[in-house]
Every structure is written in C-alpha cells, then in structure tokens.
C-alpha cells in the first residue's frame, strides 16, 4: 500500500492529464437536453454545445451549459498546477492537462467521442492561463458578434486571436512552447468548424437572431 501510495504522488501529473480528460468529456449539453427528454444530438445542428443549446432550448440553458464548459477547461488548468507545486505553470504538463480537457469535450467517451467543438472549453484554459489574452479574445468575439451576428466566425476570430496576441505582446520571456500550444489550440477549432466554414462561404449559416427564445 505504501509503495503505491508513493507511486500515485510521484506520477500525479499524469493521472491529473487523465481525469483532465474525463472531466472534458463531460456531455453538458447532451445531459441537460435528456433533463428535457431532448436529445440534443438529434436537434438542430446536432452539435452538443452551448449554440445548439441556445438554439433548441433556448438562452438561459446555453448559458448554463457555456458556464460548465469553461469550467471544465479552467479545472485542468487548476489541477495540473497543483500536481506540480506550481512549479512552472506553464509547463508541458500544464498545457497537456488543458489539452486532455479540449479533447475530451470533443471527443467524450460517453457520446462515442462525437461531443462539441471545444470553443468553450479553450475559453477556459485561457482564462487560466492568460487572463489578459483571455479579455482580447473576448472583444474579439464580441466584436465579430455584434457585427456579423455569426457564432462560428465569432468563435474562430477569436481563438485565432490567442496565437496572434501572444506573438505580438505576451511572450512570457520568450517561452515559445505557449505560442505553439495556442497554434494548435486555433488548429483544432478550425477542423472542428469546417462545416461552419463552409456555410459561411456559401451564405447559408445561421445567425444568432434565430435562435430559440
């Protein structure tokens, strides 16, 4: 018992990676939707986020299941800092923690692996991480909101933002593995909006005026 006591200590980095994934993986929206005897995967865009929430079930749900998200996402970041003491709170075990939690809400265990596209969850690795990207982020998306009323290029702009401003003014001493980290982070959530993309392209994406009230 001992020696597995110290075994977990020694490696609690790694099973804070795990549960970062599990905690990411969470099904918010899909669990609020069964709440209504809705089956939000079949609704809608069929996406379980906080947009198709506020779509089929309306404001006050998506905010609930927004809040969780970025929870989710805030969590790991907390958690990993813990495991290490601290230590270098952006280190690589921090970021993969954060990246575990992004991936699990995407790809969650319990829906198959088809879950959301991970925006609200990055909101709340950035919060964690850089509170000042966190609030250029946010003007950003609500910038592109109040002008082109569209979520999904709201949500790319500003993602797109966090690689660009910590190019530009927040290089933490020249800890470049950030830069990168966010890069892939703007990765992601671009594969993950393809379809969007295309709909935006062509004209035939939804606005938030038509959205559930």
Avoid at 46 to 70: E, F, M, Q, S, Y
Avoid at 179 to 199: D, E, G, P, V
Wanted: aromatic share 14%; glycine share 8%.
């Amino acid at each position: 018992m001992l020696l597995m006591v110290e075994f977990i200590q020694a490696n609690i980095i790694y099973f804070v990676i795990v549960a970062s994934y599990f905690i990411g993986s969470l099904p918010t929206a899909y669990l609020i939707g069964k709440f209504k005897n809705i089956d939000i995967r079949k609704e809608g865009s069929g996406n379980v986020g906080a947009t198709n929430t506020a779509r089929i079930l309306g404001k006050k749900w998506a905010v609930i299941v927004l809040l969780v998200d970025v929870s989710k996402g805030f969590l790991s970041i907390l958690l990993a800092r813990l495991a290490i003491n601290n230590v270098n709170p952006f280190g690589h075990e921090v970021l993969l923690a954060g990246m575990a939690s992004v991936l699990g809400h995407i790809f969650p265990v319990w829906l198959k692996f088809k879950g959301g596209k991970g925006v609200a969850t990055v909101c709340g690795l950035i919060v964690a991480l850089s509170p000042l990207q966190a609030l250029i982020a946010f003007f950003v998306f609500m910038t592109s909101i109040f002008l082109s009323k569209y979520v999904s290029l709201s949500s790319l702009l500003g993602v797109y933002s966090l690689p660009a401003s910590y190019f530009l003014f927040f290089k933490f001493d020249n800890n470049s593995i950030l830069f990168y980290f966010f890069a892939a982070l703007a990765l992601i959530i671009t594969i993950m909006h393809l379809k969007n993309i295309q709909r935006l392209l062509s004209g035939k994406e939804t606005k938030i005026s038509s959205f559930a009230k």
